[in-house]
DNA sequence: CGAATAGTGTCTATAAGACAATATGCC
DNA sequence: GGCATATTGTCTTATAGACACTATTCG
């Protein structure tokens, strides 16, 4: 509650508060999250999310402090950037009650310049899980964070959020592949996709050994168009 | 993080914590939220939403601070509860970082005992919101869960749980009708839901002056069947 | 030309929605 | 029987997906 009473009046909540970040990105088809080091000597594992926690002179939201320690592991912008779930309990830190807040963030393929402490490990696909060890309760944060990526793969356009700036369909197609580890067929994602309200054509081809694939752009603000949902011309 | 550090290390958080409910019912079709008084002397408004801290004697987690809070306004229990958002910044609350989870209860519309202080306000449907003026920043909390409620409606079984423990077809168009503002037609609705997996066939029926409908209730475990995805058959 | 991948045409499957027809209780 | 609502049948529409066919570039 933010009643203004003086802060006589009211206990302050004692919770430890951190940010955690899992960002995603796709390398040569592989999924891959983006950790760092895990700082505390008695951890189980020597990798963690990236986390941290409020700056109040330098954050003024909670996104800001998930860029923030984000900007600190890869100079890479994230395309997306969404919170994912709350956790916070009395059992995950030795200390008491703690809380933690976890985005999911996206990034392009693309090159940049990452920090020596930042490494990327491949998660497997949503068929067939394959989490890297992590400290911490940071697995299972993970895998959170991984269902709620194919869970809206399917029915949104996030997965344009998880290539380059200009694009195939058949790059589409590899990022379901990647993700959830099946795809549907080339007609499908052309149903979908190929449409002016979703990408525009950039008029360029990516030349190959084989006929020019039409280069695309995701279209400029359309956050999160909907699919297969209830009809627009219900009643 | 949780570096099981001695306190000296790093700096505590200290943003406020609360935890704010968003409790919807429908009652006569229409939509309503669970309001408490505003106890802050100078909010612009004289109710807000049901909300507390973590009480670190009683909680052990974070959704048990919300069902706490809950019941101190009504017995009802219920019947889904989820986390909408965590908003934090430092523009909420005038002694600094404030930071709220906000969760979405559904309740039954059974008759249960409410505390004097509990009072239910109409909303209006998400075709045509009419929200009440409620303190602080609850009204945009409020609107993030109705939002919330209008999606997951339209693809999941949660209109099952603005409903009675058994319940009529047409009752579940009347959520539909209540929570959107417009519903599918009956085919539809059946379609759906009159689905083994989904209800189970009470065998009894309702009466009234007219042909009896068939009474179901909701299959036990089933959490959350989506519809609508991509189909199965996929490869 | 042939390999390889891009893109199209067309049919099927699934599920939503429109609408008409039928069923069954109460009065 | 007549009213009112429940339930079913059937057709249409929207979209996913299967699959075969055509197109275009490079070597």
Known sequence: MRENLPNTTLPLSTALISVDIVALRLSNGRLQVLT???RHPKAQHDRALPAGRIDPDKDEQLEHTACRQLKLLT???PSWLEQVETIGNSMR???GWSLTV??????????ALDSPDA??????TCCKLQL???AYDHQSLLQSAIERLCNKIQYTTLPLYLLPDTF?????????????????PMRSIRNRFA??????DTGEKRYGSNRPATLYRLKGDNRHRLFNRLYESTQ
């Open 119 to 124: 490494q990327w490990l491949d998660v497997g």
């Open 93 to 95: 830190d030795s200390r």
């Open 195 to 200: 449409d002016e309200t979703v990408v525009t």
């Open 75 to 77: 100079l890479a912008e």
């Open 132 to 134: 890297p060890d992590l």
């Open 168 to 184: 195939t369909l058949s790059d589409i197609k590899e990022v379901f592949q990647g993700t959830l580890g099946k795809a549907p």
């Open 36 to 38: 760092t080091p895990a």
């Open 102 to 111: 976890v985005y999911f963030a996206l990034l392009r393929n693309e090159p």
